[in-house]
């Protein structure tokens, strides 16, 4: 046997000790097959400012084509949705590293005021996707003049 691991000497049995972590076992579990879905679906990184008359998202979404990507705003919530693809993978190679992405991707992202979702526009130029959403005419700030009496 390995000495690194056990050391049988005089009869006794000797291991090393192994700096407990507590969330050691749960690491584990995430790498068993079962949770692999989870690590295929990623979000993009997104940007999402406002204006005096809208509300905008810009999402980074390289080498994906945007007609491959799903907009959707409900309940106040932007949704992102798309999938990308990647060439079919080789039974034959042999990876020591396999880092570019292919599957779903999403992002849900809650809008800091109330938009029009039947105005929205979305648009895609150099790998990212521009999402312009016009603010409610009810979220917009009312002026009221003051009376002197």
Avoid at 37 to 52: C, D, F, G, K, W
Avoid at 79 to 95: P, W
């Amino acid at each position: 046997m390995s000495n690194s691991w056990l050391r049988i000497a005089e009869g006794v049995i000797m291991t090393h000790l192994v700096r407990w972590t507590p969330f050691r076992e749960l690491e584990k579990a995430f790498e068993d097959d079962f949770f692999s879905i989870a690590t295929r679906i990623h979000s993009p990184a997104v940007n999402l400012y406002e204006t005096e008359n809208e509300v905008v998202a810009e999402v980074s979404i390289p080498g994906i084509d945007p007609k491959k990507v799903s907009v959707e705003i409900e309940n106040n919530v932007l949704h992102i949705r798309g999938e990308e693809s990647s060439e079919q993978e080789d039974k034959g190679r042999d990876y020591y590293r396999k880092e570019i992405r292919s599957g779903m991707f999403g992002r849900s992202i809650g809008l800091p005021t109330e938009v029009d979702a039947d105005k929205v526009k979305a648009t895609s130029q150099n790998g990212i996707l521009k999402i312009v959403m016009p603010k409610s005419e009810k979220s917009k700030p009312k002026r009221v003049d003051v009376e002197v009496k």
